[in-house]
């Protein structure tokens, strides 16, 4: 997927402040490039089945009204990922932190420092992940996020098929619900 593939999969006032982003790590000498920004619900759960995501739910789930991808989140690394020591990459972080932080993005850098990985470097357990509201958004951007997608299979579904949707969408809501408060 290209820069611009995945960029169109981003709310519109995330994706301004993305680039922006993107743009000062650049000018810096840095080369990022996304490895997620919007997926799928079925994406997300195989992610946290292998513990590669803390939630049932993220910022990178979200569409809009219409049920099209509208991804509050993106996952940025540096394309010299393999040339790159973990020193080199915990800088990258780090000054991805800052300027995600300077436009008023979320950072995963700030999180719990789960992974020894990078908590070595004073980093949260998902430092290359940046995001367009604070975790405390996550219920309201799911709710409205599950309401438009009801309405959109309600449209092309019958009947027995719509109940199954609603039930569906309350074992997930309960699943994700109490893991989505202290993670993105």
């Not at 993106?74 to 080199?88: H, I, K, N, Q, S």
């Not at 004073?122 to 951007?141: E, F, I, Y």
Request: glycine share 10%.
């Amino acid at each position: 997927m290209t820069e611009a593939d995945f960029l169109a999969r981003c709310d519109p006032a995330f994706r301004s402040r993305l680039v922006a982003v993107l743009a000062a790590m650049r000018a810096r000498g840095h080369q990022p490039v996304m490895i997620y920004t919007w997926r799928t619900l079925a994406e997300q759960a195989e992610l946290y089945r292998k513990g590669a995501s803390k939630v049932t739910f993220s910022f990178h789930n979200a569409v809009n009204e219409l049920n099209q991808p509208a991804a509050l989140a993106a996952d940025v690394y540096d394309a010299r990922w393999r040339t790159l020591d973990d020193e080199e990459r915990a800088e990258f972080y780090v000054e991805l932190g800052t300027i995600a932080k300077a436009h008023g993005l979320a950072w995963g850098g700030d999180w719990a420092r789960t992974d020894p990985r990078w908590a070595a470097h004073g980093l949260g357990w998902d430092p290359g992940h940046v995001q367009g509201l604070p975790n405390s958004a996550l219920g309201s951007v799911k709710a409205r996020t599950l309401a438009a997608m009801e309405r959109a299979r309600s449209a092309t579904v019958g009947g027995g098929g719509a109940a199954v949707l609603v039930f569906g969408m309350f074992m997930l809501g309960a699943l994700g619900v109490g893991l989505a408060v202290s993670r993105r």
